[in-house]
């Protein structure tokens, strides 16, 4: 009903989907909430996330840099920034 409780929803499914071990599904539901996002950072640093749980550094650090680009206000830019930096 609200941009946050859906952002929360997706989430969720993305996280017990890739739980249930269906990364690929859940990869997908995050990427097609990317567009449709009005703050897309959060599912960026989950899929970033993932991608360094799966081994591919790159796509991790290219998925937190893309965070840091997009993402809306001051705190959130930092927060993602102190992410990105995490993964170096």
């Known amino acids: 009903k609200t941009p946050a ?9 993305a996280y017990f989907l890739r739980e249930a071990g269906e990364k690929a599904r859940a990869r ?5 909430a990317l567009a449709a996002s009005d703050d897309p950072s959060h ?3 989950t899929l970033s996330e993932w991608a360094l749980a799966d081994g591919d550094r ?9 965070a ?8 959130s830019r930092l927060q993602w920034m102190v992410h990105e930096l ?3």
């Open 58 to 66: 790159a796509a991790a650090l290219s998925l937190a840099s893309r």
């Open 86 to 88: 995490g993964l170096l």
């Open 43 to 45: 599912h960026l640093v």
């Open 28 to 32: 997908a539901l995050l990427e097609g």
């Open 68 to 75: 840091v680009a997009e993402a809306r206000g001051r705190p």
């Open 5 to 13: 409780s859906r952002h929360a929803t997706l989430g969720t499914s």
